[in-house]
């Protein structure tokens, strides 16, 4: 059975960094490309970040580059989304997906998806 846990969000003031985790089993990590989406409140669940498997090549929705990192460690099956200078509009609940194909922006689909971390940042 594969499964996706997300950790590390909370409460952050403008400005602040949080760091979420995604532990993943049930699945070959090290062959999965890994994402990141977030839906805030009334909205649709948008791509943030993406991560491939084979050469750690990364992409990101415009509002967050130069702000997140995506990054992974294949050793441990778990990924990261480093957040820094965070706005009161990165408030979202975030999830992370897994696939064997990466994909990205608006057409980006993942098989796998955990249940969610919210976000919330306060102005």
């Known amino acids: 059975q594969v499964q996706l846990v997300e950790s590390g969000g909370g409460l952050v003031q403008t400005g602040g960094s949080l760091r979420l985790s995604c532990a993943v089993s049930g699945l070959t990590f090290s062959r999965h490309a890994m994402a990141w989406f977030r839906q805030a409140p009334g909205k649709e669940r948008q791509f943030v970040a993406a991560?491939?498997?084979?050469?750690?090549?990364?992409y990101y929705v415009s509002d967050v580059k130069g702000r997140f990192t995506i990054s992974r460690d294949n050793t441990k099956s778990t990924g990261y989304l480093h957040m820094n200078s965070l706005k009161p509009e990165d408030t979202a609940v975030y999830y992370c997906?897994?696939?064997?194909?990466?994909?990205w922006g608006l057409g980006a689909r993942y098989d796998y998806m955990g249940q969610g971390t919210q976000v919330t940042v306060s102005s």
């Open positions: 991560i491939n498997w084979s050469d750690n090549s990364t």
């Open positions: 997906a897994a696939d064997r194909l990466l994909s």
